[in-house]
């Protein structure tokens, strides 16, 4: 069977299956499931053309790895033919551990980080492919002698964020979040074992560090955004709250399972092949099937969270520079009290504030690195000229029904 097949993707045109290995992945049930988790979980809520899948962004940042391998292999980096597969088959399964809705319900239907369960489903798939993952884990984990794989899949420049921002942009239609992939890709090069970047290619740099700061106050962190996904966490909670109690509460096999039985890290680790299939499971369906059924629930609270989401009648959003005063929020949540007429429904879950921050660059992680014709190599910090600082904005954000006024 010829497993070199070709996917025509909207954003890159066709792209290869480099290895039989990696059709074989891509072939199982646990990537599969893929298809079935939105990239922005609820961004088409404000950009309706956002329904693209971590099914598409994975084989995107596959594929962009499988460019970045060639112009470092064009560039005289020593990569084996077992490294480029091994890391084409880390990127490729570095979202595998993704709940339902990607980032709105982690830490919410079960105590873990998708990171975390990414590494649990690679164990499970290199146990399924007899050791055939071995290498892909040690980069994914940066327990690899040679750490500029391991930043091509997790780092400042990788390949990752390299496909997300632009596959997003494609589909939101913000054009603000357009970068220069391609040529950042044919700049990279490798010095001392880390990845840099060639000195001109540093204005692609700017350009994809603005974008990225772009992108997250116009798509990922827009207010219609942030509410919804908020309301589907308060909505998720609700419901494990009511399951705690003895409600019960119709839904799937896989979601009743997670909702009437906590699951964190050591479970999974103790139990990791019978979870991690249980999880494999879960996906928007689930989620979306769930509301349809709460929303005609008698908990007034589950039954209202439900069908906003649902009929799209989000809560009013307000957003502030600074934290939100005490006396103001309690004149909001008495009106809220009011609006509803009963003073035991918790409110709780009805009105709630957060606060989100987001930097156009980040030292705390490994800087990007520019090398200069010099020979010379630079983190990016060190660049006054270019206005990209590590400065981090705060918002903060206040949300309630609309219907209080």
Not at 52 to 57: M, N, P
Not at 352 to 359: L, M
Not at 363 to 371: A, D
Request: charged fraction near 25%; charge should be negative.
């Amino acid at each position: 069977m010829n497993k070199k097949k070709i996917f025509n993707d909207p954003v890159y045109g066709f792209i290869t299956i480099p290895y039989e290995i990696i059709f074989d992945l891509i072939e199982h049930p646990f990537y599969q499931r893929l298809r079935r988790i939105k990239q922005v979980g609820l961004t088409h809520y404000v950009y309706p053309g956002a329904l693209h899948t971590r099914f598409h962004h994975a084989l995107g940042a596959m594929h962009l790895m499988t460019q970045a391998i060639e112009v470092l292999k064009s560039k005289d980096v020593e990569i084996t033919e077992d490294e480029a597969k091994a890391v084409c088959i880390a990127i490729l399964l570095h979202d595998i551990g993704h709940g339902p809705f990607s980032h709105a319900l982690e830490h919410t239907l079960v105590d873990a980080h998708h990171e975390e369960l990414s590494v649990l489903f690679m164990e499970e798939l290199n146990d399924q492919f007899e050791g055939q993952l071995d290498l892909a884990l040690e980069i994914f984990q940066d327990r690899y002698k040679k750490k500029f794989l391991f930043q091509l899949v997790s780092g400042q420049l990788d390949m990752d964020r390299m496909d997300y921002l632009n596959r997003d942009s494609f589909f939101t239609g913000v054009s603000e979040g357009v970068i220069g992939y391609d040529r950042i890709i044919k700049m990279l090069s490798v010095v001392d074992n880390e990845l840099v970047v060639e000195e001109k290619g540093i204005y692609s740099i700017e350009k994809f560090l603005i974008a990225r700061r772009l992108m997250y106050w116009q798509v990922y962190l827009h207010k219609t955004s942030l509410v919804s996904e908020q309301m589907l966490i308060k909505a998720l909670k609700r419901a494990k709250d009511l399951a705690t109690q003895g409600v019960e509460l119709d839904c799937s096999k896989p979601l009743h399972r997670f909702l009437y039985n906590p699951v964190g890290p050591n479970e999974f680790k103790e139990n990791r092949k019978e979870l991690l299939t249980e999880f494999a499971k879960l996906d928007d369906f689930d989620i979306i099937s769930a509301l349809k059924i709460w929303r005609d629930h008698d908990d007034f609270v589950l039954s209202f969270l439900s069908k906003s989401i649902l009929d799209r009648k989000l809560f009013r959003v307000e957003l502030n520079n600074n934290a939100f005063g005490s006396d103001y929020k309690e004149k909001l949540r008495q009106k809220l009290v009011e609006s509803l007429g009963s003073q035991e429904i918790d409110t709780d879950y009805l009105f709630f504030e957060g606060q989100e921050t987001n930097s156009a660059y980040s030292t705390s992680k490994k800087e990007i690195k520019i090398l200069f014709k010099n020979g010379e190599v630079q983190p990016m910090s060190a660049f006054a000229d270019h206005g990209i600082h590590p400065k981090i904005i705060t918002k903060y954000y206040l949300c309630y029904p609309k219907n209080i006024y």
